[in-house]
């Protein structure tokens, strides 16, 4: 199995140059907000936190291929990084410490792309996760500092704790019934909301989630470091990986479970 350890090193280094950009505007009273034509806010952060990624891999990596939420696509190739500067950008404007620059490394194989490489990291929260394929997930300050992560146990769906972020994307979608469905018949239900979820799924502290729209940067990472911790991640179609427009993730035990109640339309 190939190695991807100076990829995630690299990784970190990209994660640590964002988040000082990040943290430097993080609450500033002067700090710059456009809307995009999709109507969701873009800050002068989001743009310096992916130009700076996207520079040092032209030194790194030059001959890889780089997908950004802000900039999108660049270069052809096996291997392609995929960036999104801050995955949150609504709480990030408003002063919510729940954001996340999200770092992944896809390679080209036999049956198509696959995520080995995915950082998280939150520096509001003081929080970092990431996994490398083949090498388990972690969360800590540093690769030298970390712990190792585990999903849940957890079999029963009345024992489960389901995590979503809002309600408004599953009626748009017709699957507003089985959300309900299935928050009815969960232990707990909680909307974290944007990255942190499936972070929580890793972590072994939340069992399942889902999101009903999604963009690949919103998903590349969260499926590395979710999958390398023993869970599963998929499109709610059960589809595996992060290419189906939507997500979700769980334990494993309880995945056919919660895709029963939210793959249908």
Request: hydrophobic share 40%.
């Amino acid at each position: 199995m190939p190695d991807f350890n100076d990829d995630l090193r690299l990784a970190h280094v990209l994660a640590d140059a964002a988040d000082s950009a990040t943290m430097a505007r993080f609450k500033a009273l002067d700090l710059k907000v456009e809307t995009k034509p999709d109507l969701t806010p873009v800050t002068e952060a989001d743009k310096e936190a992916e130009e700076l990624i996207r520079g040092q891999l032209g030194r790194a990596r030059p001959r890889d291929a780089v997908l950004g939420e802000e900039y999108g696509s660049h270069g052809n190739g096996p291997r392609r990084w995929i960036v999104d500067p801050i995955d949150g950008t609504k709480n990030y404007v408003r002063g919510v410490p729940v954001w996340a620059t999200l770092i992944a490394l896809m390679v080209r194989g036999e049956r198509g792309d696959e995520g080995v490489v995915g950082v998280v990291s939150a520096p509001a929260l003081g929080r970092r996760w990431w996994a490398a394929k083949g090498s388990g997930a972690y969360t800590g300050r540093s690769l030298s500092s970390a712990t190792r992560l585990h999903v849940s146990r957890v079999s029963r769906l009345e024992d489960a704790s389901f995590a979503y972020s809002s309600l408004s994307g599953w009626e748009e979608q017709g699957r507003l019934d089985g959300f309900l469905h299935l928050s009815r018949n969960c232990w707990r239900t909680r909307a974290y909301g944007d990255f942190w979820p499936y972070m929580m799924v890793a972590e072994g502290s939340v069992d399942i989630c889902a999101e009903p729209e999604l963009s690949l940067w919103d998903m590349a990472a969260n499926e590395v470091i979710v999958r390398e911790a023993g869970g599963r991640f998929t499109s709610l179609d059960g589809v595996p990986g992060p290419f189906g427009g939507n997500a979700a993730a769980s334990n494993g035990l309880l995945h056919e479970d919660l895709l029963g109640y939210l793959g249908g339309s």
